[in-house]
């Protein structure tokens, strides 16, 4: 018995989400906004869009925020740095963390130190 949803299904069958461009966008909210009363549902209809996504991008279009329009759930990633670059870091962070862990108990060891030659040159005042 075998499942499509199990671990040996084909990723290829697997829908992709839609994309939808800045102009692409910007067309269809024009066209939104020309149609007559009641002719909105039939461009949206043919669109196979919601009102949603137009007001989304209405609101986008009308503040200035034309990259707001790319859809970030869809855009390409941030590219990934070369595993040396990320160990690099890695080790980097690691380095200064020990330092500061060095650091803290060089100064913890000083306070005995300091105390005992106080105690030392309290001792030889009082003799």
């Known amino acids: 018995m075998t499942s499509s949803s199990g671990p040996g299904a084909d990723r290829a069958s697997k829908p992709k989400r839609r994309t939808f461009t800045a102009e692409y966008k910007l067309r269809i909210v024009a066209e939104c906004d020309a149609a007559p009363v009641g002719e909105k549902g039939a461009v949206l209809c043919r669109e196979r869009l919601y009102h949603s996504h137009v007001i989304e991008w209405r609101t986008a279009r009308d503040t200035g ?9 869809t855009s390409p990633v941030r590219p990934r740095k070369h595993p040396a670059e990320a160990e690099n870091a890695k080790l980097r ?5 020990l330092r500061a ?6 100064a913890a060891l000083e306070v005995p130190g300091k105390t005992h030659a ?10």
């Open 118 to 127: 106080l105690l030392q040159s309290l001792s030889r005042s009082a003799d």
């Open 65 to 73: 925020a034309l990259a707001r329009l790319s859809d970030h759930r």
């Open 101 to 106: 862990e060095v650091d803290q108990r060089n």
């Open 93 to 97: 962070r690691a380095n200064e963390r």
